[in-house]
């Protein structure tokens, strides 16, 4: 006779994850294994804390190991993260990041803004540590985003202490400047200014970076590819077929800078601007169509007035639309990271 502790890993070894298409037992994700009194206890490490896909695990392990091992007829799931990290970094900058996503666009006015914020803020609520860059350099406004007013970052040691607020860390030009007077910078000043927010910054140990990128094709997101690796990135367009060719445009240069495009965000859906631009150009480019926000007053005002709306309307139709794609981002960059691993690299960050 097996041992019942081996015949439950045999079981669990069929239980395949959703996004990686690996069984759990490989991927290292099961620990801690208990059998007592008929009951399995054991601990379901996921790749990202904002998991969308728990009670599909819930499902498959039922299924595994209920009628099929002799002995357990309940089991007992405790769960944990670690949100995985490709080794890219590793002796490119000491910035203790896991993964670093940007948020772009081929045009203003999109959203990004309000994207980056509300999913920074819904990763958070997880239990992730995130930080936001405004890389918004002469037009940063994720500060009044955040309600944050005037108050310059702490500078200790040397490195600037970033700004917290709504569970995440936030650094933005808007917190060195005067408000009202314009920023005037070239681009090689704004390749500087971006890389310091990234290595001058007091970040400490963080999940997830969301860098909320400027419009267009233009620098910003030229120097941040150049200078990290970054996960992946994140495209928001609006419904209309204006927006959807600048979003192509967008794809286009995250594919010649080599960062993956983690998927489309469809923003400001409704009946002004219709609804499924951005889910079309997601099939037509095969590329993971992320989730739509619609076009509401909450959100708007929210922006305006520091009130991001899944910090406070988390159950409204925008609320759940926003934390719904933080959690497909996370999934998606976890499938990014780990697509060339065959275990998941734990306890990697230095
Ligand atoms: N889903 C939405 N519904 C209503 N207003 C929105 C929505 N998303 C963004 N906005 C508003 O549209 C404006 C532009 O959004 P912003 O996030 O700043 O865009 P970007 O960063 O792409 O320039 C802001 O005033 C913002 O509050
Ligand atoms: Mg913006």
Known sequence: MTDIKDQMMAALSTVIEPELHKDIVSLNMVRDLQVEGGTAKFTIVLTTPACPLKSVFVERCNEAVIGKVPGVDKIDINWDSQVPTDHRFQGRQNVPMRCVIAVGSGKGGVGKSTVSINIAIALAETGARVGLIDADILNPNIP??????????????????????????????????????????????????????????????????????????????????????????????????????????????????????????????????????????????????????PLDSVVREGGDYGRPVVAVAPESVSGQGLISIAKNVAARASVVMLQNSDVIPLNVIG
């Open 144 to 293: 009044q985003m955040a309600g944050l007013g005037a108050g310059r970052p702490k500078v200790v040691n040397n490195k600037m202490q970033p700004i917290e607020a709504h569970g995440i860390k936030i650094i933005s030009t808007g917190f060195l400047t005067e408000p009202d007077k314009p920023m005037i910078m070239r681009g090689p000043m704004l390749q500087s200014a971006i890389r310091q927010f990234f290595v001058d910054v007091e970040w400490g140990e963080l999940d997830y970076m969301i860098v909320d990128l400027p419009p267009g094709t233009g620098d910003a997101p030229l120097s941040l590819a150049q200078l990290f690796p970054l996960t992946g990135a994140v495209i928001v367009t609006q419904p209309q077929s204006v927006a959807v060719s600048d979003a192509i445009r967008s794809a286009a240069m995250f594919d010649q800078l080599n960062v993956p495009v983690l998927g489309i965000v469809e923003n400001m859906s409704g009946d002004f601007f219709g609804e499924g631009g951005g889910e079309k150009l997601a099939k037509q480019r095969d590329l993971p169509f992320l989730g739509r926000v």
